[in-house]
């Protein structure tokens, strides 16, 4: 559906500009944030440097280290 589409864009753009938010909840919005960029085939290497650039705007950054690891996971569940 066109508007429900959109609503997720929308919130991908709120992502990228706002990040993934302070402690509590980061990795679960940065999963969220990675699933609906591979369900929308998004190339792997520009997922991680949106995740990076929504990774620097967020109040509390994650530690790169981690961030990778969920994206990784999240690329590695998306090949299944």
Request: aromatic share 4%; proline share 4%.
């Amino acid at each position: 559906r066109a508007s429900g589409q959109r609503s997720m864009t929308m919130r991908i753009i709120d992502t990228l500009l706002h990040g993934f938010g302070d402690e509590g909840g980061r990795n679960d919005k940065l999963a969220k944030f990675v699933g609906g960029l591979l369900f929308r085939a998004v190339d792997d290497e520009v997922v991680v440097q949106l995740a990076r650039l929504a990774n620097v705007n967020s109040p509390n950054p994650l530690p790169e280290k981690e961030m990778m690891r969920t994206v990784e996971s999240m690329i590695k569940k998306d090949r299944r």
